[in-house]
């Protein structure tokens, strides 16, 4: 029997992806190590956060299954950057990582057209259809096949004198190698787990959940229930202290780890090191519902065993901290740059897809978009349909994408808002108006979720008319309206929706002028598409700029080292990028303003030549 999509990794990348597959009709298998890795979270138990909660937000626009999984399981939501602009506010959520998994299982085992399988693959012998070998020996295959293995290539664990392999670790490495693919080392690492009932909480600030009404599925409301609260604390001199005089017992320092890790989420040895004199925070975290365990975010380490237990002691509230499971760093193999297409697929290797950490991200999230794509276009290979691709101007997902095929990566990659250029207009709150419509052509979102996520948008901008039609004279009662609501009085006629612009208006004040009493949620956006109007304007003759040049489209199989003006560096990224338009050649890294001069000439002189 031949498969449509086989995808190898069972963990978030995988998930998403084997899903996406076999809800547009593939036949899908999943080979997972064990069937307790299925949707692990063996770092953090958090979901969201700025950036990554814009791609959960995106992924569940698309059909994917993250946002209803965590908005099922969660143990607390909260919206960070709420004192912000709306570009980076986000939800963020503390999820029961036993209750996460046990979901996401039986959604797979629910699923039609997909298999599940526990096997550690060995091998991979091209196709199509593909091979795929287990380590007991079995044999599938499949006319496409999803590597989403996380961190197990070749991975080693490190903590202290200890080095070793665990048991998942695999070395489908060699196969991957034997098709020509180069690979690099990355690192990556957890913390202390400790026993929660061992805490001094009156030590610690709490930082309690928020009925939010809403999480990060567009499908309707979150009910009220209850939420485990987090708490925060902080490193102290004699934490700093400590690091500092036990580094070279740091398997980071001690030259046991050649990996890089990730910049932006550095172990507790990296900031003693670096930020020498400030106090870091440490988050306390729920682990579930069932267990008393909780995780230390921040106090990712490398240190020994003996010199954790010491290290906790030094900060407030975790001196008797006793703990459950000692953090440790693990270092794994990664694709190297430059060996992927838009779609996720390997470069001269038809049907063979990557998805998550392989591909030199680091995150759940960042692997669960990654999954869905790789799922949507493997499925679109075996039906023969056109492969699907965002833009940096459409998604965060077009630019992790994106960022991925262009540039050159030497470190764990993270999604941040700073690294989307149009984060105003792709914002958490639209992404169901931006992406769903794709979603729905492409098999994953259903008419009556499309009617709905209309609707919505039918009142919002029938609501933003009205404000914009809708003129106030001064009159007296206004003008005791406005200062009442802590503005200044009007000097002449001006529309509600120019009122609303002032930024000490808030639209329950532009609903007692006039304004159309919306649902809460609806005024909401109603209130950002107003307020931000002028800048959203902006943002689109950017975005249209953007779009003249990523319209440019460069030929396949363009000989870059013959084109004459090139700088060298310029030649060899290009032949190892190949990228697809002039507007991604300009994002790779090495490719100068006056190496896109040239390559502009040429490629009119190309199209001359091809009239």
Known sequence: MVYDVIVIGGGHAGCEGALAASRLGCRTLILTLRYEDIALMPCNPSLGGPGKGQLIRELDAMGGEMARNIDGEYMQMRLLNRGKGPAVRALRAQADLAGYQRRMLQVIRDQANLELEVGMVTDLVEGPPWTVQTAGGAQYRGKCVIVATGTHLRAEIHRGDERFAPETSSDLTSALERLGFKTIRLKTGTSPRVDGRTLDYSRMRIQPGEELGEGFSFDGELPPKRQAPCYLTYTTEATEELVRENLHRASLFSGAIVGVGPRYCPSIEIKMHRFAGRRQQVFIEPLGWETPSVYLAGVSTSLPREIQGQLLATIPGLEKARITAFGYAIEYDALKWGQLRSTLEGKGLDGLFFAGQINGTSGYEEAAVQGLMAGINAAAKVKGEEPLGLGRDEAYIGVLIDDLVTKELDEPYRMLTARVEYRLSLRQDNADWRLMGIGHRRGLIDGKRLERMQRRWEMVWAAKDHLDETVLAPRQEIQELLVEGGTSPLAEPATLAEVLRRPDVDYGLIVK????????????????????????????????????????????????????????????????????????????????????????VALHRERGVGN
């Open 513 to 600: 002028l006039g304004g159309k009493d919306l649902p809460p949620k609806i005024a909401e956006l109603v209130e950002v598409e107003v307020k931000y109007a002028g800048y959203l304007a902006k943002e689109k003759k950017a975005v249209e700029r953007f779009r003249r040049l990523e319209g440019l489209m460069l030929p396949e199989d363009w000989d870059y080292t013959a084109i004459t003006g090139l700088s060298q560096e310029a030649k060899e990224k290009l032949s190892r990028a190949r990228p697809r338009s002039m507007g991604q050649a300009a994002r790779i890294g090495g490719v100068s303003p006056a190496d896109m001069s040239v390559l502009m």
